[in-house]
T-cell receptor, first 112, second 116 residues
């Protein structure tokens, strides 16, 4: 089954404690992206990757890092999480940038 | 749980009726548009897309209409069912006037509630 898998589904952490949210896709997509979704603000792009070892900033990249060492994986790293990063995060992939994105089920992050 | 539905415009329809969800987009140079459906507790799911060289596209029970003159997009759902209850949002593939591709811009969404 074609899918984007992200883990964990829920995460509660404290300010400053580094964390990684994993994302994996099984569709051989070149394009992958991370979004955060906040009430009243809609989906906003954090980072995206056009291919292995090619990443670029989205609209809200501050406080986040990503890496793309393999085509299927695109982890999101918060080196020092802060409460304003409490949000619902989605990973997505597609064969072509911005088109027909497949989304994961989301990671609800709370930073205390 | 997630609260992404807070303060969203809501459309309430009777089961079996047709639904029309509207979206205004920002940039006349945008060349590709998508509708997504997001059910509670799930990630957005692709419904239908349309390119700017078209003004209408039909899928299974869904139709997207594009009016470039007024920068307006609509999603029509025929014979709405309880399983259609979700938040629907549009997205535009932003391009600047030089043709360079920008990021996908998502609308805030409309909550569709289907009464049995």
């Amino acid at each position: 089954e074609a899918q984007v898998t992200q883990n964990p589904r829920y995460l509660i952490t404290v300010t400053g404690k580094k964390l990684t949210v994993t994302c994996s896709q099984n569709m051989n997509h070149e394009y992958m992206s991370w979004y955060r979704q906040d009430p009243g603000l809609g989906l906003r792009q954090i980072y995206y990757s056009m291919n292995v070892e090619v990443t670029d900033k989205g609209d809200v990249p501050e406080g986040y890092k990503v890496s793309r060492k393999e085509k299927r994986n695109f982890p999101l790293i918060l080196e020092s999480p802060s409460p304003n990063q409490t949000s619902l995060y989605f990973c997505a992939s597609s064969s072509r940038r911005n088109e027909k994105l497949f989304f994961g089920s989301g990671t609800q992050l709370s930073v205390l | 749980g997630e609260s992404v539905g807070l303060h969203l415009p809501t459309l309430s329809v009777q089961e079996g009726d047709n639904s029309i969800i509207n979206c205004a987009y920002s940039n006349s140079a945008s060349d590709y548009f998508i509708w997504y459906k997001q059910e509670s507790g799930k990630g957005p799911q692709f419904i239908i897309d349309i390119r700017s060289n078209m003004d209408k596209r039909q899928g299974q029970r869904v139709t997207v209409l594009l009016n470039k003159t007024v920068k307006h997009l609509s999603l029509q759902i025929a014979a709405t069912q309880p399983g259609d209850s979700a938040v629907y949002f549009c997205a535009e593939n932003f391009r600047d006037y030089g043709g360079s591709q920008g990021n996908l811009i998502f609308g805030k969404g409309t909550k569709l509630s289907v009464k049995p």
